[in-house]
Structure formats: structure tokens, C-alpha cells
């Protein structure tokens, strides 16, 4: 199977900066995507950022300019560091994964880690 282990979420006054990591592990083959979601009580899930094995980015336009993702391949790890924020980007992060594995191609998201942005 897959693990996503997340970290690098907290509290953080608004303007500051946080980078939440993420690592995958388990019997992966090959990674296709890995990406930033995010998640309010109550509200779907919504995209955040998300970069391709060919290193291609896609960003909310929320986020744009303030955000940035990047992966480490040999680590299998994605990384979104966050500048400029804001208390609306007070959410719970998830990191998805879309990739081959020993059973097949398959979508995998972390537990979620706590964002916290105070005015």
C-alpha cells in the first residue's frame, strides 16, 4: 500500500510563510501527480496547487504568486511553501498522489495537516 505522511502545517499571523511537506512511501512504480488540496468544515475539497512527474505546475488562482510547489523525485516527496499568507487560507491540507503502484494506478491522500492563519 501507500503512506502519505504530511508535515509542516500550524499557526502563523498573516503575512508570514509555512512549507508543508509531504513523503510517499510503499511499493510506488511510478508517481504521475502530486498535488495540494484543501479543506473547511463544511466546503469540498478544493485544489491548491499540483505538479506533474514532467515538473508541469497548476495553481488556484487564489494562490497564485504567493504559493509554490515543488517534488523532490528521488525522496517521493512534494513540498508547498506558502508566503504571503492570509487568514483565508486557514484550512486543513492534503496532500494527493496519483501513481502506479504493485496493484495498479490508483489516487492516495495524507491525513490532512491544520493551517492556521491569524489576523
Known amino acids: 500500500q501507500v503512506q502519505l505522511v504530511e508535515s509542516g502545517g500550524g499557526l502563523v499571523q498573516a503575512g508570514g510563510s509555512l512549507r508543508l511537506s509531504c513523503a510517499a512511501s510503499?511499493?510506488?512504480?511510478?508517481?504521475?501527480?502530486m498535488g495540494w488540496y484543501r479543506q473547511a468544515p463544511g466546503k469540498q475539497r478544493e485544489l491548491v496547487a499540483t505538479?506533474?512527474?514532467?515538473?508541469?505546475?497548476n495553481y488556484a488562482d487564489s494562490v497564485k504568486g504567493r504559493f509554490t510547489i515543488s517534488r523532490d523525485n528521488a525522496k517521493n516527496t512534494v513540498y508547498l511553501q506558502m508566503n504571503s499568507l492570509k487568514p483565508e487560507d486557514t484550512d486543513i491540507y492534503y496532500c494527493?498522489?496519483?501513481?502506479?503502484?504493485?496493484?495498479?494506478?490508483?489516487?492516495?491522500w495524507g491525513q490532512g495537516t491544520q493551517v492556521t492563519v491569524s489576523s
Open positions: 505538479i506533474t512527474s514532467g515538473d508541469s505546475t
Open positions: 494527493n498522489l496519483r501513481a502506479t503502484t504493485n496493484t495498479g494506478w490508483g489516487g492516495y
Open positions: 510503499g511499493h510506488i512504480s511510478s508517481i504521475n501527480v
